[in-house]
């Protein structure tokens, strides 16, 4: 079993910053990727930025720029410095992270959840 623990969210301004932090404990043997999504209120849940096992990112358009992934040396902790804060981040943001093993193929784990608001 696997838990995602976050930290970091909160109020911030319109052109603030904010740094989300998310650890894995339990089994994170084979850890893979490890990523933030968000969910604004009435939409679905999109993806921020995730990060693998090597060091690749992926951004959404519209984080861009603005926000950074990074991965702790123990690979299993990941955070995300967003910086230039918009009213449009305000969401609540989720910690992913996916695993592979050679058995039982790709399964994922999700934290609980960290509001963010930016207030313009």
């Known amino acids: 079993q696997v838990q995602l623990v976050e930290s970091g969210g909160g109020l911030m301004q319109a052109g603030g910053s904010l740094r989300l932090s998310c650890a894995a404990s339990?089994?994170?043997?084979?850890?893979?990727?490890m990523g933030w999504y968000r969910q604004a209120p009435g939409k679905q849940r999109e993806l921020v930025a995730t990060?693998?096992?090597?060091?690749?990112?992926k951004y959404a358009d519209s984080v861009k720029g603005r926000f950074l992934i990074s991965r702790g040396n123990t690979k299993n902790t990941v955070a995300l410095q967003m910086n230039s804060l918009k009213s449009e981040d305000t969401a609540v943001y989720y910690c992913?992270?996916?695993?592979?093993?050679?058995?039982?193929?790709?399964?994922?784990?999700w934290g609980q959840g960290t509001q963010v608001t930016v207030s313009s």
């Open positions: 992913n992270a996916v695993f592979w093993d050679n058995d039982y193929g790709g399964y994922e784990y």
């Open positions: 990060i693998d096992s090597n060091g690749a990112t």
């Open positions: 339990g089994n994170t043997r084979n850890i893979n990727s």
